[in-house]
């Protein structure tokens, strides 16, 4: 025991050492971006813009990266044997693309149909937010979160539907604000049997 019990003390040293090369690393390139710019990087303002960016990075932006969510999403038995569609809407949600490094602003719909294994609907937001929080295209994220889904709860009869403003759209490029991507895995029943059903619950 007191052996194992060292042993994972260690993992964790190494894995806060690791991230702390990390932040070192981020931090240096923020330094080098804005001194490529000409800014001014001892202005009292600016200082701490580096470190700011590189904390906000690795915890927050992009901490799903760095996240094994597996453990936080146990199943339960589907003791009372419901059958009907699971549908968690308007759910919000944040991420970035990874083309531009710009903020995408969505809404989401995720569904699933119950076997034998059903999940806390909280859950279903978190493998998104785990998903979004990483340098993403929308069309992946969509993939991902029905796939982990999907094999959580050993079934093919999940959706996705996410709603987006992606700021790479908006604020460069094409330029147009409001502009909203949309996208759609709908596997198993959602596919055919029950689409008009599952829009219908949507609207
Ligand atoms: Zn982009």
Redesign the pocket.
Same mark, same amino acid.
């Given at each position: 025991m007191m052996h194992s019990a060292a042993a994972n003390e260690k993992i964790k040293d190494l894995s806060t050492a690791a991230k702390s090369i990390k932040h070192k690393r981020i931090e240096n390139a923020v330094e080098e971006i804005l001194d490529a710019l000409g800014l001014d990087l001892s202005n009292d303002s600016l200082r701490e813009t580096p470190t700011r960016v590189a904390k906000m990075y690795l915890n927050e932006i992009f901490g799903g990266l760095n996240e094994d969510i597996s453990s936080v999403l146990k199943s339960f038995e589907n003791s009372y044997g419901y059958k009907g569609m699971v549908i968690e809407k308007d759910i919000p949600f944040q991420s970035h *693309?990874e +083309? +531009?490094l710009?903020p995408i602003l969505g809404r989401a719909a995720i569904a699933y149909i119950p076997e034998d294994r059903v999940l806390g609907l909280s859950k279903l937001n978190r493998i998104l937010h785990h998903f979004a929080r990483r340098p993403q295209v929308q069309e992946r994220l969509t993939m991902q979160v029905a796939d982990m889904l999907s094999e959580t709860l050993q079934t093919d009869d999940v959706a996705v539907i996410l709603e987006a403003r992606?700021l *790479?759209v908006e604020m460069r490029g094409v330029r147009d604000r409001g502009a909203e991507t949309s996208t759609m895995v709908l596997r198993g029943r959602f596919e055919k049997e029950l689409k008009e059903d599952f829009f219908r619950q949507l609207n």
């Amino acid at each position: 025991m007191m052996h194992s019990a060292a042993a994972n003390e260690k993992i964790k040293d190494l894995s806060t050492a690791a991230k702390s090369i990390k932040h070192k690393r981020i931090e240096n390139a923020v330094e080098e971006i804005l001194d490529a710019l000409g800014l001014d990087l001892s202005n009292d303002s600016l200082r701490e813009t580096p470190t700011r960016v590189a904390k906000m990075y690795l915890n927050e932006i992009f901490g799903g990266l760095n996240e094994d969510i597996s453990s936080v999403l146990k199943s339960f038995e589907n003791s009372y044997g419901y059958k009907g569609m699971v549908i968690e809407k308007d759910i919000p949600f944040q991420s970035h *693309c990874e +083309h +531009h490094l710009l903020p995408i602003l969505g809404r989401a719909a995720i569904a699933y149909i119950p076997e034998d294994r059903v999940l806390g609907l909280s859950k279903l937001n978190r493998i998104l937010h785990h998903f979004a929080r990483r340098p993403q295209v929308q069309e992946r994220l969509t993939m991902q979160v029905a796939d982990m889904l999907s094999e959580t709860l050993q079934t093919d009869d999940v959706a996705v539907i996410l709603e987006a403003r992606h700021l *790479c759209v908006e604020m460069r490029g094409v330029r147009d604000r409001g502009a909203e991507t949309s996208t759609m895995v709908l596997r198993g029943r959602f596919e055919k049997e029950l689409k008009e059903d599952f829009f219908r619950q949507l609207n």
